[in-house]
C-alpha cells in the first residue's frame, strides 16, 4: 500500500521527512569528481594484464575497475595521442592533423573545446599537473589554474638532458654527438625524491588536499613521465628484477611480407649505448630498464590513489588510468611506437567510478571515445565536434560490446583492428595504394606474417578494403 505525503509527514515529522528530501536532493545533485592519469609510451605492460612487471598499486585499482583488454590509441605517438584524445577527434592524414610526431599543436584545432574544457565551462575546476598536452603551454584555456610542470618551460619536452634528468654525471664528450643526449638508462642509488614523477606524485597529493576544500567539483589531470625513455629510475626498482631471467621477445625478426612503409622508430638510437641493439643482451637490459620504470611509477601513482582514499574522495571520484600509447620492446627487433603494429597501438585503459564493478571488458574502445565517455558519466553537455562515441553503457555492463573496429591512423598509414583481425593500407600524397597488410590475430597473434597477399584471405582482405572505404565514405571521422 502506497503512503500518501500527508501519512508520511504525520508518521515521521515534517522536520525529518524535510531532512530527507534535502539530503536526496543534495545526493542527486552531487558531481563527480574526475582524476585522470597519462602514463607515458606505457604498453599493457602490468601485472593485472598477466605481465611479469611489479606493479602492485595499479593492480589494486584495476581489482576496483573495467579494464579494458581492447583498447587502441588512435595515433601511436605521445603528443598526437594525446591531442586527439583531449579535442575527442580523429587523426586525419588528408587534413594534415594528429598523425604524426610533428602534427599535434594546439593551433590544429583553436577553436575546438577540450575535454577539461567542457568541464570547466559547466563548473568544474580544473588542474594540469606534469605532462598532459604534449607542449607546456597547450591549451591554457581548458584549466582553471596554469598548468602545472616540473621542468624549465623550454617548449619542448626532448630536451632531455638540459633538465639534469641523468643522475650520474655526463661528460660531454659522452653525450649523443647529434642530439646531445646521455645513455638510454640509468640506474642510481637514490631515493624516489631525487626524480621528477615523484615529484609531480607529490604536488598531486597537495593539489587533492586544496581540492577537497572547494566547493565545486574538480577535473585533476596528472601526467606521469616514466616509462618514456631514457629509461631511468633508483636502483630499489631496478632490484626487483634478475636480468639475466627477463624472458625477451621470440620473434626478433622483421613479419614476412610487411610493407616497407612499416619501419622501427629510431628514438632510442638518440640516445647513447645504442650501438647494438639487436643484441640479445641489449634485449634483456633494455625490458630490465623499461621494467624498473614501470614499477616506479607504478610506485607514485600509488601514492596519489593512497592520498585520493585517505581525503575519502575516491568515493565520488572517476578515475582514469591509461598510456598514451604503446612501445615495442624488442618485437620484430623493433624499439619504440610509430607503427600500425599492435605493440605500438594496443594500449591499458583503466576506469573505476562510484557504482561500476570491477570487470575485464573485451569490448573494443578507442582513445576518442573517451571524452564523450566522461561527459556521459559526469552529466556534462556533449560538444557538437566530437567523433568518439560514449562506452558508459560498457561500463555499466562490461560485457556488452561498443564498437566493430578501432581506427587508428600513423602518417600516410589507415589501420582497423576487430577482435581477430588487423588491417592496414598505405596511400601516396595522390592518394594511390602503396601498401596493405593483414594480420590473423587467430592464427598468428604475434603478428608475424602478413597475409594480405595470401590467396586464403582473399575474401578478408577485399571486405576490409572495402569496409575502409566505407568507413570513409560515412565520414567516420566527420569534418572539423
Given at each position: 500500500m502506497?503512503?500518501?505525503f500527508k ?11 524535510t531532512?530527507?528530501l534535502?539530503?536526496?536532493?543534495l545526493?542527486?545533485q552531487e558531481?563527480k ?6 602514463v607515458d609510451?606505457?604498453?599493457t605492460?602490468l601485472?593485472?594484464?598477466g605481465?611479469?612487471v611489479?606493479t602492485?598499486?595499479?593492480?589494486r585499482?584495476a581489482s576496483q575497475s573495467?579494464?579494458?583488454r581492447n583498447a587502441y590509441?588512435?595515433v601511436p605517438v605521445s ?5 586527439s584524445l ?6 586525419d592524414?588528408?587534413?594534415?592533423r ?6 599535434y ?6 577553436g575546438v573545446?577540450t575535454?577539461?574544457?567542457a568541464?570547466k565551462?559547466?563548473?568544474?575546476h580544473t588542474v594540469?599537473?606534469?605532462?598532459v598536452?604534449?607542449?607546456?603551454d597547450?591549451?591554457t584555456?581548458?584549466?582553471s589554474?596554469t598548468?602545472?610542470?616540473?621542468s624549465?618551460?623550454?617548449?619542448d619536452w626532448?630536451t632531455?638532458?638540459?633538465?639534469n634528468?641523468?643522475k650520474k ?12 643526449r646521455g645513455?638510454?638508462?640509468e640506474?642510481?642509488?637514490l631515493?624516489d625524491?631525487?626524480?621528477e614523477?615523484?615529484?609531480i606524485?607529490r604536488k598531486a597529493?597537495?593539489?587533492?588536499g586544496?581540492l577537497k576544500?572547494?566547493?565545486e567539483?574538480f ?10 625513455l631514457p629509461f631511468?629510475?633508483?636502483?630499489k ?11 625477451i621477445a621470440?620473434?626478433?625478426?622483421r ?5 616497407k ?5 629510431r628514438?632510442?638510437c638518440?640516445?647513447t649505448q645504442?650501438?647494438?641493439?639487436s ?9 630490465h630498464?623499461?621494467y624498473?620504470?614501470v614499477?616506479f ?11 585520493l582514499?585517505?581525503?575519502r574522495?575516491d ?5 582514469v588510468l591509461l598510456g598514451d600509447?604503446?612501445?615495442h620492446l624488442g618485437e620484430h627487433?623493433f ?5 600500425l603494429l599492435?605493440e605500438?597501438?594496443h594500449?591499458?585503459?583503466i576506469?573505476?567510478?562510484?557504482g561500476?564493478k ?10 576518442v571515445?573517451i571524452?564523450?565517455t566522461?561527459c556521459?558519466a559526469c ?5 557538437s565536434?566530437l567523433q568518439?562515441k560514449s ?5 555499466v555492463q562490461p560485457?556488452k560490446?561498443?564498437?566493430?573496429y578501432?581506427?587508428?591512423q ?5 589501420n582497423?583492428v576487430?577482435?581477430?583481425y ?6 601516396n600524397d595522390a592518394?594511390q ?14 603478428e608475424?606474417?602478413n597475409?594480405?597477399?595470401?590467396e586464403?584471405y582473399?575474401?578478408q582482405t ?8 566505407k568507413?570513409?565514405?560515412q565520414?567516420?571521422m566527420?569534418?572539423?
Open positions: 502506497k503512503t500518501s501519512q508520511l509527514v504525520k508518521q515521521t515529522g515534517w522536520l525529518s521527512v531532512s530527507c534535502c539530503s536526496l536532493s545526493h542527486a558531481k569528481n574526475v582524476l585522470f592519469i597519462f609510451d606505457l604498453r605492460e601485472g593485472c594484464y605481465s611479469p611489479q602492485p598499486n595499479i593492480d585499482l573495467v579494464v579494458f590509441c588512435n603528443g598526437a595521442s594525446r591531442a583531449l579535442t575527442g577527434v580523429y587523426p592524414f588528408e587534413r594534415k594528429f598523425v604524426d610526431a610533428e602534427t599543436s594546439q593551433n590544429d584545432l583553436p573545446t575535454l577539461p574544457q568541464f565551462e559547466q563548473g568544474y594540469s599537473l606534469g605532462k598536452f604534449h607542449h607546456h597547450d591549451r584555456d581548458s584549466w589554474e598548468p602545472w610542470i616540473v624549465p618551460a623550454s617548449g626532448a632531455y638532458n638540459k633538465w634528468v641523468w654525471t655526463v661528460e660531454e664528450k659522452d653525450l649523443h654527438p647529434r642530439s646531445h645513455p638510454y638508462y640506474s642510481a642509488d631515493p625524491s631525487c626524480y614523477d615523484n615529484t606524485a597529493i597537495q593539489k587533492l586544496e576544500e572547494r566547493k567539483p577535473f585533476l589531470a596528472v601526467g606521469f613521465r616514466k616509462p618514456h631511468i629510475a633508483p636502483q626498482y631496478w632490484d626487483l628484477y634478475e636480468e639475466d631471467s627477463i624472458a621470440g620473434n626478433r625478426y613479419p614476412s611480407g610487411l610493407p612503409q612499416v619501419q622501427s622508430s628514438e632510442i638518440q640516445y645504442t650501438n647494438d641493439t643484441s640479445e643482451a641489449f634485449h634483456r637490459k633494455t625490458r630498464a623499461y624498473a620504470c614499477s611509477v607504478d610506485a607514485q601513482i600509488g601514492l596519489v590513489l593512497d592520498e582514499k585517505r581525503l574522495l568515493r565520488n571520484t572517476i578515475v600509447n604503446g612501445w627487433d624499439w619504440g611506437k610509430h607503427t599492435k605500438s597501438t594500449v591499458p585503459l576506469i573505476k567510478g562510484p561500476w570491477h570487470a575485464c571488458s573485451q569490448s573494443i574502445v578507442e582513445f571515445d571524452y564523450p566522461l556521459k552529466h556534462i553537455p556533449l560538444p565536434h568518439g562506452f558508459l553503457p560498457t561500463l560485457q560490446k561498443h564498437r566493430p578501432a581506427y587508428i600513423w602518417v600516410k598509414g589507415k582497423l576487430d577482435g581477430r588487423s588491417y592496414a593500407e598505405w596511400h592518394r595504394l602503396t601498401g596493405k597488410l593483414l594480420f590473423d590475430h587467430q592464427a598468428d597473434p604475434d608475424n606474417r597475409a594480405a597477399t595470401s586464403q582473399e575474401k577485399a571486405a576490409f578494403g572495402a569496409q575502409m572505404k568507413a570513409k565514405e565520414k567516420l566527420k569534418s572539423i
